[in-house]
């Protein structure tokens, strides 16, 4: 069985090999359906690794060239359209992670040659063009429209929410939530190994956000506002930084504020590394204006970090009412913050911890394995 899965990813190439974290835990899973895999993803040449490699034979890429410009929408979309058309063709059942440009056309493409497409909802369409940039902000009503459009006509869709995405984006045809988040949780010795240095916290709080620094919408800026506000009033906050890109707009921003000190930036860190990390935190916030499920606020609250994050797709499904802002809220992150002490901080960790267990990868893949299982007897094809 050949299955044609498409991706927004950027496949880092290197001597031959490629390299990407996401796509090396997501792969994998769609040999449930088949052996072959051909990916559709983006790709850059590299002069050093800073990835992990997907070395599994039975997979291989295609690129496309990437949109992000007029003359691109006009040129390379083309050429990407009959990249798609070929590959669909070629292969036996789709699976499409939209919204995407990509995900839309597989989608779309599969449905005019008859070939089974299963629909993966990452996202939000609209809260993703909306929050990039005020071209974005055109572009939102049309690809919500879209995204609406896919879903209403989808046969097997896997939301990655709850509730959120199946509400904004409805489908008539067979769907699951099921989180798309690749963790073992459940450790219960890094809950005690919590709860045992919690009394005996001493210095400044320390706060983490997983996430690219150099995309607005993931809102670092405003968890940076909020310390700079906390500390006038005497709580000391450290903000640590886990992500790739340019970092010089947060870093401008801390300095303004007036906590270029309290705010440290460790780049791109390589994921097994990510959970000793969050184990020396106190507080984890996801602040962003656009998400789907964000798998780094599963992993943190998984450690026993207390956790907030903002009122963005499936965010509020995971955390406690009292801990959900409003997107962007600088005065609600402080009015939070300034209320953590160490009974919020246990309580917290305990509800945390049990809360994460839902999104266990056995637990998922279970799920996942038995939705995929109807698509496949459904399509005919096992």
């Not at 607005?216 to 005497?234: F, N, V």
């Not at 906050?237 to 440290?264: K, P």
């Amino acid at each position: 069985m050949h299955i044609l899965f498409s991706s927004t990813a950027t496949v880092d190439r290197l001597g031959g090999k490629f390299y990407n974290n996401a796509l090396r835990a997501f792969l994998p899973r769609y040999h449930y359906l088949g052996e072959r895999i051909t990916c559709l993803a983006f790709g850059q040449d590299v002069e050093g690794v800073k990835q992990e490699p997907i070395e599994d034979p039975r997979v291989d890429f295609v690129f496309l060239k990437k949109v992000n410009s007029v003359r691109s929408l006009l040129v390379a979309r083309r050429e990407n359209e009959l990249i798609i058309e070929r590959e669909v063709r070629a292969c036996d059942m789709c699976v499409a992670h939209v919204p995407s440009f990509l995900g839309d056309s597989v989608a779309r493409v599969a449905k005019k040659y008859h070939k089974p497409c299963l629909n993966v909802v990452v996202g939000c369409a609209w809260d993703a063009y909306w929050n990039y940039s005020w071209v974005g902000k055109l572009m939102a009503p049309f690809r919500f429209l879209s995204l609406r459009r896919v879903q209403a006509e989808a046969e097997y869709s896997i939301y990655v929410t709850s509730e959120f995405l199946q509400g904004r984006y409805p489908t008539k045809g067979v769907a699951i939530g099921c989180s798309n988040v690749n963790i073992s949780t459940g450790d219960e010795s890094a809950l005690r190994k919590r709860l045992d240095r919690i009394p005996y916290q001493k210095g400044p709080l320390r706060m983490a956000t997983l996430a690219a620094v150099n995309v607005r919408y993931k809102g670092q800026e405003y968890a940076i506002r909020a310390i700079a506000e906390l500390r006038k009033m005497g709580v000391d906050i450290e903000y640590h930084l886990v992500g790739s890109g340019d970092d010089r707009f947060l870093r401008s921003l801390a300095e303004r504020c007036g906590v270029a000190d309290r705010v440290v930036f460790h780049g791109l860190m390589p994921h097994d590394q990510v959970l000793s990390f969050l184990d020396e935190m106190d507080l984890y916030i996801q602040p962003s204006k656009q998400e789907g499920l964000p798998r780094a606020l599963i992993e943190a609250m998984s450690r026993g970090c207390l956790s907030l994050g903002s009122r963005t797709a499936g965010i509020p499904e995971l955390l406690d009412k009292e801990y959900v802002f409003r997107r962007g809220n600088v005065r609600d992150i402080v009015r939070i913050l300034s209320k953590i002490d160490e009974n919020t901080l246990k309580e917290q960790a305990l509800r945390n911890f049990e809360e994460a267990k839902r999104y266990d990868r056995e637990v998922l893949n279970r799920r996942r394995c038995e939705f995929m299982r109807l698509f496949k007897k459904n399509s005919r094809l096992e």
